[in-house]
């Protein structure tokens, strides 16, 4: 046999292999619940659900998720960091893949096994796109949501006994990121989502100005550094680094942040884990604004 026919074969019997080895990767790497995986999510506040999203679907999300990615610094500026909820733009945007998602049969599987009977993980008139910055870096700040929504100085006991009643019920505060492409812009703090109260250094950082655009004379890779070594010093603080397809569920009310570069494309479906039986918690919105006129009665100058 002529030394080209041989290679020939041995080139197509090479491909065979490796199209049976990319079958079988594929196969031993779809996405498998493990009962441990209910404690990870109690004990750290935070689970991923590694490449649960299929490589067929994540292509159709892409593909909406450019032009929504454009969409948002058009409407918003180059700044922005968000588009949400996307059942806004159904003009703008081929919201299929986006209902597909809210379909996926792994991801109502795996949420039913962590939390129980009727959760929803997808909802189009909820759900927003993180996008990257275009101009320079951004970081939101370090917060626990709930917390955050009342201003620090408007925070009292009738606020943090309100919280209480739902702190450690699970029906409440379950949010997502899933992320389109690669995605390292969260940081979190496992653990924090099981105590109400804070740690020496556990600060929130959401109104620091240096956060959020580069000091005077400050290159973007000075303020790069200065809000990452934000993250790093925080206490006992992660980086979660999320690949394509890989859906986070995170307890909110935990200390967390995001951290934005402008080079890296981002495109994390952003959304909440939805209880949809029975609500008993009520009057939560109605305690902020109380709070927010107490705080103006004691203290006038108070502008927030
Ligand atoms: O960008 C992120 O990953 C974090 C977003 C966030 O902190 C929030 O929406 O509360």
Known sequence: MPSWSLRVLQTKSLCYN????RQQIAYTMAFQFQDSMVNEYLSQGYLILRGIVPPLLLTDLRREAEKARDLAHKLNGPQTQRIQPLSNYGDE????????????????DAIEKLLGADYTHGHVDIMGLLVEPLEY?????WHR????????????????AKLAEVWYDLRHFNQ???A???????WFVPGSHLRQWDMPGEEQSTKDPKLRKPAEGQSNAEAERYCLEHCRQFPGAV????GPGDFMVYRNLAWHTGNYITYQPRATIHDVVRYEGGKDW????????????RMKEKHPEAQR
Not at 180 to 186: F, L
Request: proline share 6%; with cysteine.
């Open 180 to 186: 389109i492409y690669a995605d390292s812009c969260t």
């Open 18 to 21: 490796e199209d049976l080895f």
């Open 176 to 178: 997502v990121n899933c």
């Open 93 to 108: 945007l081929d919201l299929k893949p986006f209902y597909d998602y809210t379909e996926l049969p792994e991801l109502r």
């Open 145 to 160: 949501d709930g917390v955050v929504e009342v201003p620090l100085e408007a925070r009292d006991e009738t606020v943090n």
């Open 137 to 141: 870096p951004w970081h939101i700040g």
């Open 282 to 293: 009520t009057d939560w919105q109605q305690t902020k604004l109380d709070a927010v006129k």
């Open 239 to 242: 980086q979660v680094h999320l």
